[in-house]
């Protein structure tokens, strides 16, 4: 490494260090939020947030209603 050695592999080192630091940052995170998630989902809705089952369409009625765009 003519001499750089003592610069270089320390350089490698600290990217790593902070690599290894964002990645046990983001899963715990991702973990958190997910945690967070599945909370909020339980207090939406009680009886569905453990059956993983979708409520039904709604009827043409009841969906709002939004001016479609002009088309040319």
Do not use: C
């Not at 715990?28 to 967070?36: P, S």
């Not at 599945?38 to 709002?64: F, I, M, N, S, V």
Request: no cysteine; net charge positive.
């Amino acid at each position: 490494m003519g001499g750089y050695a003592a610069y270089v592999w320390p350089a490698y080192g600290f990217a790593a260090l902070v690599l290894i630091v964002l990645l046990a940052q983001s899963w715990r995170n991702a973990r958190r939020r997910a945690a967070e998630l599945e909370q909020l989902r339980h207090l939406a809705r009680p009886g569905r947030a453990r059956t993983g089952k979708l409520r039904p369409p709604q009827e043409e009625a009841d969906r709002p209603s939004f001016p479609r765009p002009a088309t040319e």
